[in-house]
């Protein structure tokens, strides 16, 4: 069983659409990530969520609006897309009530690309 | 916040030990380092972590200096299969603490 689970894990949308993307984890974990991975291979986390509540919001655009309707999932929902939205999108777990010294589990990504 | 240096890129042969280094100057009392190895479409894959002097388990082992400013993963004897980008991450602690990644270092292991 995947432990961490995105969907899609390919999504391909013109410019000004709006996509979301969905993240499941079965490890019964407490905090919820989303980072981004640019062209250049740099991981920068966008959010993070502990019991359903935002804790780590760092300086994305506000047309990225995360949601966690439960502890096991958090979704991405991006509006107006950019073409500067191209990256992959990784999604990730980790114990603990937002301590980030704890290990994180991550998705394989989904890879985002906008015509 | 802390910030992390990494090499850009390392070159091995199999059987070789590799030291990969990343700089945290900035580090703070309660930060911890973690490193994360990621293949080719897949998500970075927890390593190891560690506070201070050294942490081993069955895959690696970290240096940690006393003045904590850098951090050293050791790979023993790597492999072909060890051909992957390592990534430094300097996490502080507590609720509100934020997360860095390096820019990571692609190691290329050789025949």
């Known amino acids: 069983d995947t432990a961490v689970s995105q969907t899609p894990k390919y999504l391909v949308t013109q410019m000004g659409n709006d996509k979301s993307i969905k993240c499941e984890q079965n490890?019964?974990?407490?905090?919820m990530y989303w980072y981004k991975q640019d062209s250049k291979k740099f991981l920068k986390i966008m959010f993070s969520?502990?019991?359903?509540?935002?804790?780590i919001n760092e300086t994305v655009p506000n047309r990225f609006s995360p949601k966690s309707p439960d502890k096991a999932h958090l979704n991405l929902h991006i509006n107006s897309l950019e073409l500067g939205d191209s990256a992959v999108y990784f999604c990730?777990?980790?114990?603990?009530?937002?301590?980030?010294?704890?290990?994180?589990?991550f998705g394989d990504g989904t890879r985002l690309s906008i015509l | 916040l802390a910030k992390t240096t990494q090499p850009i890129s390392m070159d091995s042969y199999e059987g070789q030990e590799v030291n990969i280094t990343c700089s945290h100057n900035?580090?703070?009392?309660?930060?911890?380092i973690t490193w994360y190895q990621q293949f080719p479409s897949q998500g970075p894959r927890f390593i190891i972590q560690?506070?201070?002097t050294k942490v081993k388990n069955e895959v690696a082992s970290l240096f940690i200096p006393a003045d904590r400013k850098s951090s050293t993963l050791s790979l023993p004897r790597v492999s072909l299969s060890d051909t992957a980008v390592y990534y430094c991450?300097?996490?502080?602690?507590?609720?509100?603490?934020?997360?860095?990644f390096g820019k990571g270092t692609k190691l290329s292991v050789k025949p």
């Open positions: 490890l019964g974990h407490d905090t």
């Open positions: 969520y502990n019991n359903k509540e935002l804790i």
């Open positions: 560690g506070y201070k």
């Open positions: 990730a777990s980790s114990p603990g009530s937002g301590n980030n010294n704890q290990p994180q589990h």
């Open positions: 991450l300097v996490a502080v602690g507590g609720s509100q603490g934020n997360l860095i």
């Open positions: 900035n580090i703070a009392t309660n930060d911890y």
